[in-house]
């Protein structure tokens, strides 16, 4: 069984690629896995956008024949990569923010927990329970850094070997690798809290039986299995929504140079923004600017998949 299998269900979507050792497969992906990424991007690329959009914005790409045509066609599909791009974010703000209450709801049945934990243990009991949901909100915190930090290795190494080898580039493996192993091993020492914390969930479980009804001890049980998933969902929606910023950010970057570089007039590469979903608001990232859109051209509706 994968570690941390009954942590990252909760009834929640909340894999993540590169830790399938630690989360379960799911359909959420994380952006900072740069070997994912353009998977990612496929996913919420309107109809008739090519993947090839963001190698060439990135510089890997070449253009063929009839420069001019298909130079305009690029930056059509550029401005619609945009737009696909800023739904994304504006959908996972809106489960940021509904994930934020839901903890704060589960927050409150903590506190419930802890109230009927104090009237009816004993003191021993007590500082078992206590140090138990300390220790839990730790544990899943260190289980996730390490995790995020192997996968940064994991993809830097995967960059190094696609690129010519050099003696800076050798140093720079080598140096990697042995970060790796470290990780490694802190992540089996995590492995190992995480084994000993499930033994003395077990030990309050057993605790709480004795002075809660069946009905409490559920929402124990529930309040146990959902707080870390909750933390793991948190934390995949941060890391989608910071580098989903990072790439609409160099996107728009990249717009703008073609717009001043272009001698075309004003406004022939310009297109009108998909319609948002309901309740999305604005289909455009706030912290973004974007293309100049003329509302006299239409751009095709853009379906986005939410992760």
Known sequence: MPLLDTWARGGRTSAMDLMEETFPAGGGRLLWQRRRSS???????????????????????ELET???????????????????????????RGERE??????RKFGALGGQMESLVQERCKPNEKEKYRMFIGDLDKIVNLLLSLCLRLARVDNALLALEREDETEDSAEER?????K?????????????????????????????????TGTQLRDYQHYVSMKP?????????????KHGE??????????SIDESTNHRPPGAL???????????????DPGVRGPNFDPTHTARSTTVTSL
């Open 39 to 61: 998977t990612w991007l496929e996913n919420r690329i309107p109809e008739g956008v090519s993947s090839e959009v963001l190698d060439i914005t990135q510089g890997g790409g």
């Open 98 to 103: 509904n994930l934020a209450e839901e903890q």
């Open 66 to 92: 009839n420069m001019d045509e298909e130079e305009a066609d690029l930056n059509q599909k550029k401005v619609l990569l945009f737009q696909a791009l800023s739904l994304s974010l504006t959908s996972l």
């Open 270 to 284: 310009q297109a009108q923004p998909a319609s948002p979903g309901p309740g999305s608001g604005s289909n455009l």
């Open 229 to 241: 998933a909750l933390l793991i969902r948190q934390r995949q929606l941060d890391e989608l929504i």
């Open 180 to 212: 790796r192993r470290q990780l490694c091993s802190q992540h089996e020492d995590a492995r190992e809290l995480k084994e000993n914390l499930d033994r003395r969930e077990r030990v309050v479980l057993d605790i709480l039986g004795g002075y809660l």
């Open 246 to 255: 990072e790439e609409l950010s160099r996107l728009a970057e990249s717009l």
């Open 174 to 178: 080598e140096s990697l690798q042995q």
